[in-house]
């Protein structure tokens, strides 16, 4: 269990990562998001989204670490979903756009947790195959397609919506 505590707390510190990255490469994520999706987007919601990603991360942690057994489930959620979302949104967006998406690079830190949460974890009985099956499946239906549809499509269509 130990293993995987620490595990999921580099996955944390990978997702400060990541955050940094987003604010500061390629102009920022923030300035990446206005420019292509989503014109009324500003670092006020930047801050508070990741403020509270951080908070539900770090909880499942606590929780994960205090209960242990099928509470991995839930940093499981949140790995899994990062991973769906270095796909869908920073590889697609990079590809499609012909230009870096802030946190792409940082976002291969959720696929190498990921590959450990599996060679070392799953393979090895720390995690079993229905906890990590419902994690995996869970994180990427909830925070995956969240991270995916949110920013790009959802929001951007609520704001214009509002403005008519």
């Known amino acids: ?10 996955f944390l510190g990978s997702f400060v990562v990541h955050i ?17 999706f989503w014109p009324t987007y500003h670092a006020r919601m ?3 989204f990741n403020a509270a990603a951080i908070a539900a991360i770090a909880a499942s ?3 994960f670490d205090s209960l242990g ?5 839930l940093p499981l959620v949140w790995v899994a979903g990062f991973v769906t979302h270095l796909l869908t949104v920073h590889v697609y967006w990079t590809v499609r756009r012909n230009t870096y998406s802030p946190g792409l690079l940082s ?4 696929a190498i947790v990921f590959y450990l949460a599996i060679r ?5 009985g720390l995690i079993t195959g229905t906890d990590f099956a419902v994690g995996t499946v869970v994180g990427v239906a909830t925070v995956g397609m969240f991270l995916t549809v949110a920013p ?12 008519r």
């Open 152 to 163: 790009t499509i959802l929001f951007p269509w609520l704001a214009r919506r509002r403005h």
């Open 1 to 10: 269990m130990l293993f995987l505590s620490l595990l999921f707390w580099a």
């Open 46 to 48: 930047f801050f508070w």
């Open 120 to 124: 070392y974890g799953l393979d090895r």
């Open 107 to 110: 976002s291969l830190l959720y």
């Open 61 to 63: 942690n606590v929780l």
């Open 69 to 73: 057994g099928h509470w991995v489930i």
């Open 20 to 36: 940094l990255d987003e604010a500061l490469l390629n102009g920022g994520f923030v300035d990446w998001i206005k420019d292509n």
